[in-house]
């Protein structure tokens, strides 16, 4: 088990689906990440929340949409996704943006899109 | 964007083995960690490491900042530290935004 929980483990969904993916941590982090990871690659950046701002990586479509309701959460909302989107989806977080912290991954959430 | 290349790409090794993992990257850095995946997708932070050198068991690390590379050593491997081998690197110009490598795919025979 780690520090970082993510829900669901596992997750299938229609092209026409509405879905959420949940991550938390409870060890007083400040920032918080997505990340995408297609098979045999490594992950890719999508989105980071830190003191309560979001930058987004300009390149991730609009059809995933991240929302931290409060400091230990990150939800990451998926609607009309497309077979490509089909990846582990790993959250991390770390005690602060910019310094010099290391990162506590989850243990992801393996999305089929079909 | 920061340039992250890891080598090599592949290595086997015979149990009892020692290793040596590279990582070059192409701009100065505010912070780099080395990361393990196992088979089942958990990342596993080994070491952060912006400069200097540190060691943890079997394994230890080295960055030398001023050269824009760090190496991961793995001493007497074993078969449970297969899995693949991520160096992420956040740069200056980008903080908090860590770019990783392609990795190194471990794998060790008994």
């Known amino acids: 088990d780690t520090e970082v929980t993510q829900t669901p483990k596992h997750l299938v969904m229609g092209m026409t689906n509405k879905k959420s993916l949940k991550c938390e941590q409870h060890m007083g982090h400040r920032a918080m990440y997505w990340y995408k990871q297609k098979a045999k690659k490594p992950p890719e950046l999508m989105f980071v929340?830190?003191?309560?701002?979001?930058?987004i990586n300009e390149s991730v479509p609009s059809r995933f949409s991240p929302e931290c309701p409060n400091s230990s959460l990150l939800n990451l909302h998926l609607h009309a996704l497309q077979p490509e989107d089909s990846a582990l989806y790993l959250c991390?977080?770390?005690?602060?943006?910019?310094?010099?912290?290391?990162?506590?991954f989850g243990s992801g959430t393996r999305l089929t899109v079909v | 964007g920061i340039q992250v290349e890891q080598s090599p790409p592949d290595l086997i090794l015979q149990e009892g083995a020692n290793s040596t993992l590279r990582c070059n990257f192409s701009?100065?850095?505010?912070?780099l960690q080395w990361f393990h995946q196992n088979p089942w997708g958990q990342l596993i932070n080994l070491f952060y490491i912006p400069s200097g050198t540190k060691q943890n068991g079997r394994l230890s690390a080295t960055t030398v900042a001023t050269e824009r590379y760090s190496l991961l050593y793995i001493s007497s491997s074993q078969t449970t530290d297969s899995g693949v081998y991520f160096c992420a690197v956040e740069p200056y110009t980008n903080a908090g935004k860590s770019t990783f490598g392609d990795g190194t795919t471990l794998t060790v025979k008994p």
């Open positions: 991390a977080s770390s005690q602060a943006e910019g310094q010099t912290y290391g990162y506590t």
């Open positions: 929340y830190s003191y309560e701002k979001l930058s």
């Open positions: 701009d100065s850095v505010n912070n």
